[in-house]
């Protein structure tokens, strides 16, 4: 199986930017899109924005323009920079990718979430 590590979560002001990171590990896998989805209490998970091997981006509307996804092929890691951040942008950032793993006998569909990292934007 894969594990998702994720890192760059914290307080931080409004105006302000945080730089999220999310490195995939494990053996024999092969990635396709990944993204960040967030999620406040109460609110089902939103869509931030993914991004495919080739890196293309896509992003949710209330993030665009603000924050930008990119990703390491080699390192199977992405990141995401956060710009021009608000109170609204507050929540449980949780990381995601989607691909194929190898069980050992068979390649079988992936699709794995990070334990979410909280992302806090005072006013």
């Known amino acids: 199986q894969v594990q998702l590590v994720e890192s760059g979560g914290g307080l931080v002001q409004a105006g302000g930017s945080l730089r999220l990171s999310c490195a995939a590990s494990g053996s024999m896998f092969r990635i396709n899109v990944m993204g960040w989805y967030r999620q406040t209490p109460g609110r089902q998970r939103e869509l931030v924005a993914t991004i495919t091997t080739a890196g293309r981006g896509n992003y949710g509307d209330s993030v665009k323009g603000r924050f930008t996804i990119s990703r390491d092929n080699a390192k199977n890691t992405v990141y995401l920079q956060m710009n021009m951040l608000g109170p609204e942008d507050t929540a449980v950032y949780y990381c995601?990718?989607?691909?194929?793993?190898?069980?050992?006998?068979?390649?079988?569909?992936?699709?794995?979430w990070g334990q979410g990292t909280l992302v806090t934007v005072s006013s």
């Open positions: 995601h990718v989607d691909g194929v793993y190898y069980s050992g006998t068979v390649w079988r569909p992936l699709d794995a």
